[in-house]
């Protein structure tokens, strides 16, 4: 009797953690990601095309981190989905080229498109925002 009630507080204690934002558990957060073909990202007007963003980098920040926690690439038809979430507040963010055209030397594609995301139920299907990267002709 004497080893069972420490055994039991320590279960009660692992059992009332509560877990933050991050991988482990069965929710999923999904999205679309459409690309614009401009002849001049400048002006808006001159739009070729709008496609779904195949093959795009997508990265997913778990609460109040800082850096990224993980990343998938879109589908062939710009869908991406990141699995076995728990609940909490996520970003969801991918790049884009800067639609004002200025010149960067380090970087084309320094745009940050990002979406933030809560995942509220164990068990959660959440669709985040459409998201629009622009790429020029």
Same mark, same amino acid.
């Given at each position: 009797?004497?080893?069972?009630?420490?055994?039991?507080c320590?279960?009660?204690?692992?059992?009332s953690?509560?877990?933050?934002? +991050?991988? +482990?558990?069965?929710? @999923?957060?999904?999205?679309?990601?459409?690309?614009?073909?401009?002849?001049?990202?400048?002006?808006?007007?001159?739009? @070729?095309?709008?496609?779904?963003?195949?093959?795009?980098?997508?990265?997913?920040?778990? +609460?109040?981190?800082?850096?990224?926690?993980d @990343?998938?690439?879109?589908?062939?038809?710009?869908?991406?989905?990141?699995?076995?979430? @728990?609940?909490?507040?996520?970003?969801?963010?991918?790049?884009?080229?800067?639609?004002?055209?200025?010149?960067?030397?380090?970087?084309?594609?320094?745009?940050?498109?990002?979406r933030?995301?809560?995942?509220?139920?164990?068990?959660?299907?959440?669709?985040?925002?459409?998201?629009?990267?622009?790429?020029?002709?």
């Open positions: 009797m004497k080893i069972l009630a420490p055994v039991f320590f279960i009660l204690l692992l059992a953690c509560k877990k933050d934002a +991050g991988d +482990g558990g069965n929710s @999923r957060i999904s999205g679309y990601i459409k690309k614009d073909i401009r002849v001049n990202l400048t002006n808006p007007l001159p739009l @070729r095309a709008t496609v779904p963003a195949a093959d795009q980098d997508v990265y997913i920040i778990y +609460g109040d981190h800082t850096s990224p926690d @990343r998938v690439q879109t589908n062939f038809d710009g869908n991406f989905e990141f699995l076995y979430l @728990r609940p909490g507040k996520y970003t969801v963010y991918t790049y884009s080229n800067d639609t004002n055209a200025v010149a960067v030397n380090w970087d084309e594609k320094h745009m940050t498109i990002l933030e995301v809560e995942i509220t139920d164990k068990k959660q299907d959440v669709i985040a925002e459409e998201m629009t990267i622009y790429d020029i002709e």
